[in-house]
């Protein structure tokens, strides 16, 4: 049985709900399908819907319970009993068990047909969990090691099973869920239910009467009635629609700042620094051996795989980036270089004693020459030993102005000044995320990573046989010395639970990834944000951001 509204609200004061929080994106998602999803745009939308046995907590960090309220651990730390909330109830009114759990591990991230990159997080070398019912509100994980972050990767979303087991069954499930798909058909456990979207224009979500969550006093959560997000062209058409009072928050570009920060004084809004973002931003080249089956040509040209491949051109591509005049120029200074493959706001896990590559255009030039990249007909750009000229495609994502393709701009500037041919092209989002993942066309890409605290969640992208491999993904076997290690210190670090053994594993891959340098990193910004003077209990943390607690903020009574 569904609990009413009426009865929701019938022993709370009812001064406290109600209210609309109105915020944007760039891009449609790719899908609503949670397991299949690999990139922001798609999270963004699911990340509202579906929850996990347990949450990080945005203030502290630490890891709490959510859809499990409690667990037991075994002495040797292999094996995990998850007690389940009995309050649960899907969308549909139907409750939340154990299946549901034993399902989307067993059956959808498990399941070899279904591409996701959480079955590379859930293995550890190639072993998986054994995942069982005990009854319905208990689910036993068996692990074939200890698996030190395993508390925090239970934070992945459950799917449900009386909802998709029949489109498994059928062997359909990859294509279940699309953008096509009726909100009212996407079912999670989440504070908020999708009931509206309109590609190109919004998605809306309207509050969920039956979510589990109560405050501390005893209010059923969550307070606001509905979240639209709009879906904008550009940062630049975010940022308008704020400053005219459409939207109630945005992250801010350092080059905004001048423009944002005086009209604070209306008292309007609030401009926060949060600290160092966790997301970064890289130039990156398609090292990946492999032949297109249909065309059965490779996916690179041999002559330029072996630039690509050779250390020493990527090194060559880190001296001529000038990280100063990105940060001065793309983020008016409020931003810092990157070295690392993790960020400052990471703490513990951060590792700053990593190769830096200093802006020397004659060292970029010299280690070009001892390689054979000459420019031997005098036009202006250099050829390899075989007379091949050094022009390749650089793709990125965005509009105008936005941060990633004036980063990619000066990148190619910076590229061309040392004798290399670059066409530049701008693609929408979801284009680049299918040449990475599905055709492997594609020469060089600057793109980012959203980043975070525990170093393992980023083992699709380091292992060597991961989805977001994304220089050369699903390698049957590591191609090289420095990959293969890469692949044990993360298989050797997610079984240690000391954690400063752990740091010193992950210490030595952010030093391999600096000295080999798949992804070469640029800078990261400053987590700037504008946000309406509308909301109660907002508590911006650098890990959570702006909306952490959205379940627990409350609209002023004046703003409703």
């Not at 004036?406 to 092209?425: E, H, P, T, W, Y």
């Not at 299918?434 to 492997?440: A, C, G, I, P, W």
Request: hydrophobic share 35%; glycine share 8%; aromatic share 12%.
């Amino acid at each position: 049985m569904k609990i009413s509204l009426n009865i929701v609200f019938a022993d709370v004061p009812n001064n406290k709900y109600g209210g609309m929080l109105v915020l944007s994106t760039t891009s449609d998602p790719k899908s609503f399908n949670d397991i299949l999803a690999k990139e922001t745009s798609t999270t963004e939308v699911t990340n509202m819907l579906f929850e996990g046995l347990t949450r990080t907590n945005g203030i502290t960090g630490e890891v709490e319970p959510n859809l499990a309220k409690s667990w037991d651990v075994s002495s040797d730390g292999l094996t995990w009993t998850f007690h389940l909330r009995d309050d649960v109830l899907w969308f549909d009114g139907k409750k939340f068990t154990a299946d549901d759990i034993v399902f989307t591990f067993n059956d959808l991230i498990y399941n070899e047909t279904v591409p996701n990159s959480a079955s590379d997080i859930f293995s550890v070398d190639g072993n998986q969990f054994n995942v069982e019912k005990v009854d319905d509100l208990t689910v036993r994980f068996s692990l074939p090691v200890k698996f030190a972050p395993f508390l925090r990767s239970m934070g992945q979303s459950i799917l449900p099973k009386h909802k998709l087991q029949k489109s498994v069954d059928d062997g359909k499930f990859n294509f279940t869920w699309g953008i096509d798909t009726d909100p009212k058909e996407i079912i999670g456990t989440g504070a908020y239910i999708l009931v509206d979207y309109k590609p190109g224009q919004r998605l809306v979500y309207k509050r969920n009467p039956n979510y589990w969550k109560k405050s501390e006093t005893g209010d059923r959560l969550p307070y606001i009635e509905k979240v639209v997000y709009l879906i904008v062209q550009s940062q630049d058409v975010e940022l308008l629609k704020f400053l005219d009072g459409e939207l109630d928050a945005v992250g801010i570009r350092a080059q905004d700042y001048p423009l944002v920060k005086p009209n604070e004084k209306r008292g309007d809004y609030e401009v926060l620094d949060i600290g160092p973002a966790f997301g970064s931003n890289f130039i990156f080249f398609n090292q990946n051996r492999g032949v297109n089956v249909q065309t059965n040509k490779p996916y690179v040209e041999k002559y330029k795989l072996e630039w690509f491949a050779n250390v020493e051109f990527r090194k060559a591509v880190a001296h001529a980036i000038d990280k100063q005049r990105i940060v001065e120029m793309v983020m008016n200074g409020f931003g810092y270089p990157q070295y690392s493959s993790m960020s400052p706001s990471a703490g513990f896990f951060y590792n700053p004693d990593v190769t830096e590559y200093d802006y020397d255009l004659d060292k970029a030039r010299g280690i070009l020459e001892s390689q054979g990249f000459i420019d031997r007909d005098g036009d202006g750009f250099l050829e390899d030993a075989k007379g091949n000229v050094v022009e390749f495609n650089l793709y990125t994502n965005g509009g105008m102005g936005d941060p990633r393709v004036l980063i990619a701009s000066i990148i190619r500037s910076d590229l061309q000044s040392i004798g290399m041919k670059v066409n530049f092209l701008v693609l929408e989002f979801n284009n680049i995320v299918s040449k990475l993942t599905s055709t492997y066309e594609w020469e060089a890409v600057v793109l980012g990573l959203t980043g975070g605290i525990e170093p393992h969640f980023g083992k699709n992208v380091w292992d060597s046989s991961g989805n977001l491999h994304m220089w050369y993904p699903r390698q049957d076997s590591p191609v090289t010395d420095w990959e293969a290690r890469i692949d044990e210190i993360f298989n050797q670090g997610v079984q240690e639970l000391d954690e400063n053994k752990r740091k010193q594993l992950y210490d030595e891959h952010q030093r391999i990834v600096s000295e080999k340098l798949p992804l070469i990193y640029t800078v990261l910004s400053s987590r700037l944000n504008a946000v309406r003077n509308k909301f109660e209990n907002l508590n911006p943390t650098k890990f959570g951001g702006l909306f952490h607690n959205l379940d627990e903020l409350i609209i002023k009574e004046e703003y409703r």
